[in-house]
């Protein structure tokens, strides 16, 4: 069966730091792989996804992710966090028509 | 301006009580999604539409029912038989014409039985 799974739950950075939040995925055939954020009483927004080509994808907001087939990863990056970057993370795969959740993880910025 | 527009943003209901929550795009899109989202377990769904006039159960549909006879419209009704309903309900629009497009979220609606 198709999953998602985002192995940290909780992750605290400091402002100028680099993040990474890891995303591993489970998909028989070609993963469309998608990341979203969402700030709290707030819907999601996309940050980026990926479909096929080059496995390094750009984002909005300075992130960008690595699609790892031999991993089954899709990691999402940022070489500097800001205070405003604290939100709660979402990693997905398309399954059919629907998309595939992780449970999410939430990232604070500490000063 | 384009986009998912849900209401209302907060919901309170008592027990035994349906619900109807509201969900509508002028995006065009052809799939429309129901998501439940509860602290710790990410998103849920619930039902999901790909045309008008057909729509399937997700992994939670039980308690919940949804009409889809408008393009722009997936409303969603949290019936009395569902144990559980305060969550915060996403819904999510996509068009049905290639595989790899993103799923565009509203801003959410918060149910709460008192």
């Known amino acids: 069966a198709q999953s998602v799974t985002q192995p940290d739950i909780h992750i605290t950075v400091s402002e100028g730091a680099s993040l990474e939040l890891r995303c591993n995925y489970s998909y028989g055939a070609t993963p469309y792989l998608f990341w979203y954020v969402q700030s709290p009483g707030q819907g999601l927004q996309l940050l980026l996804k990926?479909?096929?080509?080059?496995?390094l994808v750009q984002g909005i907001k300075g992130f960008e992710a690595e699609f790892k087939r031999s991993q089954s990863s899709f990691n999402l990056r940022k070489p500097s966090v800001h205070w405003s970057d604290a939100a709660e993370y979402f990693c997905?795969?398309?399954?059919?028509?629907?998309?595939?959740f992780g449970k999410g993880t939430t990232l604070s910025v500490s000063s | 301006d384009g986009g998912i527009t849900q209401s209302p943003k907060y919901l309170f209901r008592k027990e035994g009580q349906n619900v109807t929550l509201s969900c509508e795009q002028n995006l065009n899109h052809d799939a429309m999604y129901w998501y439940r989202q509860d602290p710790g377990q990410g998103l849920r769904l619930i039902y999901y539409s790909q045309i008008v006039n057909d729509f399937q159960k997700g992994d939670i549909a039980e308690g919940y029912s949804v009409s889809r006879e408008k393009k722009e419209s997936f409303p969603l009704t949290v019936t009395s038989a569902q144990k559980n309903p305060t969550a915060f309900y996403l819904c999510?629009?996509?068009?049905?014409?290639?595989?790899?497009?993103?799923?565009?979220f509203g801003q959410g609606t918060r149910l709460t039985v008192v």
């Open positions: 999510a629009s996509r068009t049905g014409q290639a595989h790899g497009t993103e799923a565009f």
């Open positions: 997905a795969v398309r399954a059919g028509t629907a998309l595939i």
């Open positions: 990926y479909f096929s080509g080059d496995t």
